[in-house]
T-cell receptor
Framework: EAGVAQSPRYKIIEKRQSVAFWCNPISGHATLYWYQQILGQGPKLLIQFQNNGVVDDSQLPKDRFSAERLKGVDSTLKIQPAKLEDSAVYLC???????????????FGPGTRLTVL | AQSVAQPEDQVNVAEGNPLTVKCTYSVSGNPYLFWYVQYPNRGLQFLLKYITGDNLVKGSYGFEAEFNKSQTSFHLKKPSALVSDSALYFCAVRAHTGGFKTIFGAGTRLFVKA
């Protein structure tokens, strides 16, 4: 079974530029998550989709971050414009169902390391 | 509010010795508890989880964890450490508070010396 795929693996941009990350979850997984992991911290949930609907985006900085999962499969996370404090690893994860309450295990991709200069 | 604490930034242990990585949590209601491991330049890998039932949970790579409701703890253990266990370990909790969002601890770096 193929795991969660993410691209690119690394990205370096100047502040105020825009950037996009792509994620393809495990086949058949209904729920997709985007996390931000700042160096020295645990992952923080940015947004959670169930199929193509948003379940939780309470911690997404909506003035600069956006995400979509149009066909309920792969997803894109965008930052526009980027700030220095956005430097982090962006992790995508998926889980089979994600119903509430969810006991599902989340399966993580390798992450995209973003450096904002 | 829902929170997870990993009180040790780093744990050092000799190969062959038992290891413990500590985790405590604070939630309202019954928690779902998870341990993940992260190797350099890789995503998090699932080790084990506690949902309900037996307080001792066994997981991947010989790891186990004990759920202690009275102490609100979920410590990760392994009877005999390997050098290859050296990695970053994250405890996570999911509970009714916060809409079942998963909250991760800050992580504990485990260093196993040969």
């Amino acid at each position: 079974e193929a795991g969660v795929a993410q691209s690119p693996r690394y990205k370096i941009i100047e502040k105020r530029q825009s950037v996009a990350f792509w994620c393809n979850p495990i086949s058949g997984h209904a729920t997709l998550y985007w996390y931000q992991q700042i160096l020295g911290q645990g992952p923080k949930l940015l947004i959670q989709f169930q199929n193509n609907g948003v379940v939780d985006d309470s911690q997404l900085p909506k003035d600069r971050f956006s995400a979509e999962r149009l066909k309920g499969v792969d997803s894109t996370l965008k930052i526009q414009p980027a700030k220095l404090e956005d430097s982090a690893v962006y992790l995508c994860a998926s889980s089979p169902s994600g119903g509430t309450p969810s006991t599902d295990t989340q399966y993580f991709g390798p992450g995209t390391r973003l450096t904002v200069l | 509010a829902q929170s997870v604490a990993q009180p040790e930034d780093q744990v050092n242990v000799a190969e062959g010795n038992p290891l413990t990585v500590k985790c405590t949590y604070s939630v309202s209601g019954n928690p779902y508890l998870f341990w993940y491991v992260q190797y350099p330049n890789r995503g998090l890998q699932f080790l084990l989880k506690y949902i309900t039932g037996d307080n001792l949970v066994k997981g991947s790579y010989g790891f186990e964890a004990e759920f202690n409701k009275s102490q609100t703890s979920f410590h990760l253990k392994k009877p005999s450490a390997l050098v290859s266990d050296s990695a970053l370990y994250f405890c996570a909790v999911r509970a009714h508070t916060g809409g079942f969002k998963t909250i991760f601890g800050a992580g504990t770096r485990l260093f196993v010396k040969a």
